[in-house]
């Protein structure tokens, strides 16, 4: 079984530029979650598509955008870069979300793609 | 708002000793923990959760967890420590219950295991 296939692993921008990045989901998980890690704040919370509807959203701004494909496929969107967008990008996928009431020992488990490292110059 | 905390930075702890990382969490409600582990330029991998019945759960690679309501806790615990279990270790928490669906995750813990 597939893992989560995030792409591109890097890459480097700078200031100004706009940025896409993908993400695979396992098969049949309709929850795709993405984290922004830094080494100053940590792991954050972006947003969390389900059945390709945004149905949750974290604290940052406009510029950071996404969607979900009837595929489950998802992608987030970075425009206007700044210096402090240079993270690393985590994608995860689960069944339902965190609050899915599926009784199996994998219910509201988050599983996590390798990442995506955008430097931004 | 919900949050967590990871209060030791770095854990060293000698080979075939036993390992503790603590957490401690603050939530609206009943709290869904888990515990992370993150690898050099890797994402991160699911180690255990405690979402409801016994305090103590167990997880992957002999690792376990105690969920302590009262004093909302739920430290990382493993019998023997391994060389391999070298890494980045996040507590995370979530409260469906109350509305929310995001993990919120502590600052992590490095673990350095000591041959």
């Known amino acids: 079984k597939a893992g989560v296939t995030q792409t591109p692993r890097y890459l480097i921008k700078t200031r100004g530029q706009q940025v896409t990045l993908s993400c695979s989901p396992i098969?049949?998980?309709?929850?795709v979650s993405w984290y922004q890690q830094t080494p100053g704040q940590g792991l954050q919370f972006l947003f969390e598509?389900?059945?390709?509807?945004?149905?949750n959203k974290g604290n940052f701004p406009g510029r950071f955008s996404g969607r979900q494909f009837s595929n489950s496929r998802s992608e987030m969107n970075v425009s206007t870069l700044e210096l402090g967008d240079s993270a690393l990008y985590l994608c995860?996928?689960?069944?339902?979300?965190?609050?899915?009431?599926?009784?199996?020992?994998?219910?509201?488990?988050?599983?996590f793609g390798a990442g995506s490292r955008l430097t931004v110059l | 708002a919900q949050s967590v905390a990871q209060p030791e930075d770095q854990v060293n702890v000698a080979e075939g000793n036993p390992l503790t990382v603590k957490c401690t969490y603050s939530?609206?409600?009943?709290?869904?923990l888990f515990w992370y582990v993150q690898y050099p330029n890797r994402g991160l991998q699911f180690l255990l959760k405690?979402?409801?019945?016994?305090?103590l759960v167990k997880g992957s690679y002999g690792f376990e967890a105690e969920f302590n309501k009262s004093q909302t806790s739920f430290h990382l615990k493993k019998p023997s420590a391994l060389v391999s279990d070298s890494a980045l270790y996040f507590c995370?928490?979530?409260?469906?219950?109350?509305?929310?669906?995001?993990?919120?995750f502590g600052k992590g813990t490095k673990l350095s295991v000591i041959p």
């Open positions: 995860a996928s689960s069944l339902e979300g965190l609050a899915g009431t599926t009784k199996f020992s994998g219910a509201n488990v988050l599983t």
């Open positions: 098969s049949g998980h309709r929850s």
């Open positions: 598509y389900f059945s390709e509807t945004q149905r």
């Open positions: 939530v609206s409600g009943n709290p869904y």
């Open positions: 405690y979402i409801t019945g016994d305090n």
């Open positions: 995370a928490v979530t409260a469906p219950g109350a509305g929310s669906y995001q993990l919120t």
